[in-house]
């Protein structure tokens, strides 16, 4: 937060207050997909920036996903992914300026057992 005041005498003896804002934005070079082996942790990128920090959400298709970690810089956390967590997944990133959206699409692959007999 800036403050500001001026030279003029004036009976107003309050600062006035300047919020600077900036509409949430992703950098340049972001990834959109994403494979794993089941089993194995993957992690799907939401580095949002902007002023204030924006608040991340994710969604799975219009569903909010609320059983994964999301790491403080944003990014979705899936520890033991299997083939049923393959989908489109989608970040939110919201402040009093706006919102931005990114998309990451999620394979996860099965592994193939083999039994000797």
């Keep these: 937060m ?3 005041s001026d030279d003029v005498d004036d009976d107003d003896d309050d600062d006035d207050d300047v919020v600077v804002t900036e509409v949430p ?3 340049a070079g972001v990834t959109s997909n994403a494979t794993v082996i089941e089993n194995n942790r993957v992690t799907l990128p939401c580095p949002v920036r902007g002023t204030p ?3 991340v959400t994710w969604y799975r298709g219009d569903s909010p996903v609320l059983n994964h970690r999301v790491t403080s810089e944003g990014s979705l956390v899936l520890e033991h992914p299997d083939a049923n ?3 489109q997944y989608r970040c ?3 402040n009093v300026a706006g ?3 990114h998309i990451v699409d999620l394979m996860v692959f099965g592994t193939s057992v083999r039994i000797k007999y």
């Design 2 to 4: 800036c403050k500001s």
């Design 25 to 27: 934005f992703l950098p």
């Design 53 to 55: 920090q924006p608040e």
């Design 85 to 87: 967590d393959t989908a």
């Design 92 to 94: 939110v990133g919201a």
């Design 99 to 101: 919102n931005v959206t």
